[in-house]
């Protein structure tokens, strides 16, 4: 497996489009914490970039990656390879290139302007957005015959979790604004991985005390240990989630 | 010419002849305080003094040497000035116990004038300095540092009530529950003073016409400043720091009419200004940075106006609660405005709407405020810039600055 994961990362590296996106998040990282002068700013213009550009990229550059390797693939299963293997080595190749890339772009420079505990949820929270993306190109990319179907559902998947999924939530807010949704919004923001990171270092960066009565339920359930427990958890479940399932079907799906 | 010169000396030596009492203990204090006649000097030695109670009801200068400890071991109060022409300084206070009943103090002058409290220490009280119905009093360079228990059972560190001309020069107050707090206190004179880390209000009053605050620090106090049902009061130069929490605020602005507020800084607030049924304000050269939200001014103010400040890093510069506001804004700077100056002239020539969609939108259901600095947020603010419908018309600045208002320096002297 180790030797699989080896050849995977050389494949990618050699695409040099992984080294591309690295300098490029390293370049918007450090203009942001040298433009802005408060580097509580710099976080959030930061911030933007995870829950758009970081998403985005991750789950397109693996569902081509996965098809435009899909011969390789073919080649692993002819020989005596167990299909997890296979799967595994090309999943965590994946994520190891771009989490390197995202902890050399974001990581690196986050921690040297702002060392602090919310550059440190932000860089952990931006890295298990990373992985959720590869997992959900994955899953994308087994469900589907041809690499533009595939594109199209990731995509599809990105799109909802990026901009339709607020744009519901706020529906159900403004339908439901008689009753008391305190618990209910922290429920709909527990369910997409994009919200929960995005909330996750909002409330280190100690903007719980605009929001209210929702702000304090959120402040009580994330600044506990507890709370941020479990939301890493539930940032961890969307990885393994889809990659599971995608490993169930790959693992019987005629190549 | 003679009789004149001869009744001046006679004036003259009878004021070098009052009397300097030199004191060392408790029953010496009381003697001289018994004893001496009006405008006697009474020095008190350094040492601990157990006191409870001690009126002075004749002109005298108290003067501790090498700050002599007063402790009434939480059992009353220390000094009660019932006199004009006193002057309490280099004492120590300590331990003035609490009750509901009386609002026991450190120093409390009733019915006084031209009362002097300065250079004194204040722990452990109940309350610092209480005045009421008292004119032209002076309370300088004191440290009033109290422990803070609860609302109900915390005094304020310095008190006024019903008061004229009062004086609060460059003193420090930390752990009370108000700072300073007035009420019906007119035509006095604030300037200085550094109130932190009080339960409540750093600054409160309420009725107090006429007053002015200058280079004060209310730094990290429970619920900021809370000013209240007053008119013609000015406000200069203060420092609005770090008053962060569910219902705290920079300074709370209630029923406040005819007054100015200038070149302050607001910094890190939960709300820098929180604007409430206030008329004719004139707001101008303050500087608004790092709060959740700049200046909140509800749909009941009226006519104010609000020129040449600089709005920087706040998470809403603006909000509001109506559809409507009579409110003028003019020549501010906005660091999220994104116009542009083609005759150069340093003002943006498209207006700027400082109250964003979102923020108008959490006004009706705040619970939205999870979907803040989303895309979706953002994308809805975008299109509320190019097509406006849903935030408040008339709140906008004709004429936004393209560059930060030249504000001078602040110069804080704490």
């Known amino acids: ?255 | 010419m003679k009789t004149i010169l001869i009744c001046c000396l006679f004036i003259l030596s009878l004021e070098a002849f009052s009397k300097n009492w030199s004191v060392k203990t408790v029953q010496e204090l009381q003697k001289a305080l018994h004893e001496s006649k009006a405008n006697d000097t009474i020095l008190v030695a350094k040492g601990n003094y157990k006191v409870l109670n001690l009126e002075i009801t004749k002109p005298l200068v108290m003067i501790g040497q090498n700050q002599p400890v007063f402790d009434a071991q939480f059992k009353g109060e220390i000094f009660i000035v019932k006199s004009d022409d006193v002057s309490i300084s280099g004492f120590r206070f300590k331990n003035v116990g609490e009750t509901s009943m009386i609002d026991w103090a450190g120093v409390k002058i009733l019915e006084s004038e031209n009362v002097k409290v300065f250079k004194n220490e204040f722990v452990n009280c109940y309350f610092g300095v209480y005045l009421s119905a008292s004119n032209k009093c002076w309370i300088e360079n004191n440290r009033i540092i109290g422990t803070p228990k609860e609302e109900q059972t915390t005094g304020n560190g310095i008190h006024a009530w019903k008061c004229d001309s009062i004086n609060v020069f460059n003193n420090y107050v930390e752990g009370h529950r108000d700072g300073i707090y007035f009420e019906f206190v007119t035509n006095s004179l604030i300037k200085n003073n550094l109130s932190t880390k009080n339960i409540r209000y750093g600054l409160h009053f309420m009725f107090s016409h006429y007053d002015t605050y200058t280079h004060n620090i209310f730094k990290k106090n429970g619920a900021g400043v809370a000013v209240m049902y007053t008119k013609h009061v000015t406000m200069k130069d203060n420092f609005f720091d770090s008053n962060w929490g569910g219902s705290a605020y920079g300074i709370l602005l209630k029923d406040i009419s005819d007054s100015d507020i200038e070149h302050n800084l607001f910094n890190s607030n939960t709300v820098g200004v929180y604007m409430e049924g206030c008329s004719r304000l004139k707001m101008g050269k303050n500087i608004f940075q790092k709060n959740g939200v700049g200046l909140r001014i509800q749909a009941n103010c009226d006519e104010n106006n609000i020129h040449h400040n600089n709005f920087m890093a706040n998470t809403f510069d603006i909000a509001t609660n109506g559809s409507v506001t009579f409110n003028y804004l003019n020549d501010n700077y906005w660091d999220k405005y994104e116009g542009y100056d083609l005759n150069r002239d340093g003002k943006g020539d498209i207006l700027y709407r400082p109250v964003s969609l979102f923020s108008t939108l959490i006004e009706r259901m705040p619970q939205a405020m999870i979907l803040l600095r989303s895309f979706t947020a953002t994308l809805l603010d975008k299109i509320e810039k190019i097509i406006p419908s849903l935030t408040p018309e008339n709140m906008k600045d004709d004429s936004p600055r393209m560059k930060p208002n030249a504000i001078e320096a602040f110069n804080f002297k704490v």
Request: with cysteine.
């Open chain 1, 1 to 255: 497996m180790k030797k699989t994961i080896k050849y995977v990362v050389y494949d990618i590296i050699r695409n040099r489009f992984v080294i591309g996106y690295t300098i490029l998040l390293l370049l918007l990282s450090i203009s942001f914490f040298w433009f802005e002068s408060d580097p509580n700013k710099g976080l959030l213009s930061l911030l933007n970039i995870i829950l758009m550009v970081i998403p985005l990229v991750s789950v397109i550059f693996s569902t081509i990656h996965f098809y435009n390797s899909y011969e390789f693939i073919e080649l692993l299963s002819a020989q005596p390879m167990s299909r997890r293997t296979i799967y595994f080595s090309q999943f965590l190749g994946l994520c190891f290139s771009l989490g390197m890339a995202f902890l050399i772009g974001v990581g690196l420079p986050t921690l040297i302007f702002d060392g602090s505990m919310r550059g440190l949820t932000l860089v952990s929270g931006g890295l298990l957005i990373t992985l959720t993306f590869v997992a959900i190109a994955f899953l994308a990319s087994v469900i589907t015959k041809d690499k533009a179907k595939a594109i199209g559902v990731a995509l599809a998947v990105w799109f909802y979790l990026c901009i339709l999924y607020d744009g519901m939530v706020l529906m159900v807010l403004v339908n439901m604004a008689d009753y008391p949704m305190e618990k209910a919004s922290l429920l709909f923001s527990a369910l997409n991985p994009m919200d929960l990171a995005r909330i996750l270092v909002l409330m280190q960066l100690d903007v719980s005390a605009l929001m209210g009565i929702t702000g304090a339920v959120f402040q009580n359930f994330f600044s506990s240990t507890w709370g941020v427990f479990i939301s890493f958890v539930l940032l961890l479940l969307w990885v393994l989630t889809p990659v599971f399932f995608g490993y169930r079907i790959f693992s019987k799906k005629d190549l």
